[in-house]
């Protein structure tokens, strides 16, 4: 019997090339659609994704199942999703929704309906070596994805393949494009579903009630006021209102710090201003995909999703870790990811947790 594979649809492109690619390689595909979010149905686009999937798999000739994972998704993700922005940090979803939904909750579902292994139209490669799976950046430099894959496991990434990995977005559309897939052309979605496409303070005011206090320029001159610390992430530049008067003319102002003790937002004048960059940074939560730190210390990572390879030492003690820049990074920001690599190989990473 061929291998039983079943394929986590999006209704995007991505996931049907997959589930494409899959069948005609002899596999025993079958398909399931997962909603993880029931709220704000105006932005997220749930209901459309599942016509778009159906429209596939009908194409393919392939069974379509669909599975809840919303109460999973609100205890585990979204919870800490707002703990992190009432602390005043910047959390990445996307990171924790892979780690806990697409390959916890939705890989322990396949397997129990008899699937060998799961596939998504994640962007990223795997292959063993010398025991232990190795997770790669996909071919698509502007497409890899292996930044929000870092916090999965070898059993995870054991049970997993990535189909479209060694592709580029534009030969993915092809393919999708001459096999008649009806979603070829299907814009690709951005962000997280809860968010959709909509203004992002918008919709953390659904969660919190404004907590107004001073904004400050790093020399501590008052420039305005700011409508709570949750709002704001660091390196921002749209949305401070700091009106004419302030500063030179031209130049825009950036979020540079929070105090969170005295609820005061700290801001600089200029993308160049050194207090936006930071050399150091200490790690929390961190994650090696192959169970080992690195022998290896001076290493490559990001802070952000599609940055390029940043050289950094690290040093690890006492289960601390601190990553020093050759460079200094702009907007290093508490609750957001930073991921290391040697090469092309993802090798792991955390939480930052302070910047220096």
């Known amino acids: 019997?061929?291998?039983?594979?079943?394929?986590?649809?999006?209704?995007?492109?991505?996931?049907?090339?997959?589930?494409?690619?899959l069948k005609e390689q002899?596999?025993?595909?079958?398909c399931i659609f997962m909603k993880n979010w029931e709220e704000d149905s105006d932005y997220c686009t749930s209901e459309q994704d599942y016509k778009d999937a159906l429209l596939v798999c009908d194409e393919l000739g392939l069974p379509l199942k669909t599975v809840n994972f919303c109460n999973e998704y609100k205890e585990r993700v979204f919870d800490y999703f707002l703990k992190e922005y009432a602390a005043g940090r910047t959390p990445n979803p996307d990171t924790l929704c892979n780690k806990e939904i697409k390959f916890k909750s939705f890989l322990n579902y396949a397997l129990k309906l008899g699937a060998n292994r799961i596939a998504t139209g994640h962007y990223a490669r795997l292959d063993q070596h010398n025991g232990t799976v190795l997770l790669h950046k996909?071919?698509?430099?502007?497409?890899?994805?292996?930044?929000?894959?870092?916090?999965?496991?070898?059993?995870?990434?054991?049970?997993?393949?990535?189909?479209?990995?060694?592709m580029t977005k534009k030969d993915v559309r092809t393919l999708a494009k001459e096999k008649g897939l009806p979603n070829h052309d299907r814009k690709d979605s951005t962000g997280v579903c809860f968010i959709g496409e909509r203004d992002f303070t918008e919709f953390l005011h659904q969660y919190f009630k404004p907590d107004p206090g001073e904004m400050i320029?790093?020399?501590?001159?008052?420039?305005?006021?700011?409508?709570?610390?949750?709002?704001?992430?660091?390196?921002?530049r749209q949305g401070l209102g700091i009106g004419g008067g302030h500063g030179e003319k031209e130049a825009p102002w950036f979020v540079a710090d929070k105090n969170l003790k005295d609820n005061i937002l700290i801001v600089a004048q200029g993308h160049d201003h050194p207090d936006l960059f930071h050399s150091q940074l200490s790690v929390e939560n961190v994650h090696w995909i192959s169970d080992k730190s690195p022998s290896l210390k001076k290493l490559n990572a990001k802070i952000r999703y599609r940055q390029k390879d940043q050289s950094c030492s690290i040093n690890i003690s006492n289960d601390a870790l601190?990553?020093?820049?050759?460079?200094?990074?702009?907007?290093?920001?508490?609750?957001?990811?930073?991921?290391?690599y040697d090469g092309d190989i993802c090798l792991g990473g955390g939480t930052i947790e302070n910047r220096n």
Not at 1 to 21: K, N
């Open 138 to 166: 996909g071919n698509d430099e502007n497409k890899d994805q292996s930044y929000f894959l870092f916090m999965l496991n070898q059993y995870q990434l054991e049970k997993t393949i990535f189909p479209i990995g060694e």
């Open 1 to 21: 019997m061929s291998e039983h594979i079943i394929v986590g649809m999006s209704g995007g492109v991505d996931s049907a090339v997959s589930a494409l690619l």
């Open 217 to 236: 320029t790093v020399d501590g001159k008052s420039v305005g006021r700011h409508d709570g610390l949750m709002f704001y992430t660091l390196g921002q």
């Open 322 to 340: 601190i990553v020093v820049f050759k460079k200094p990074q702009f907007a290093v920001t508490p609750g957001q990811a930073v991921v290391f």
């Open 26 to 30: 002899g596999f025993d595909v079958e």
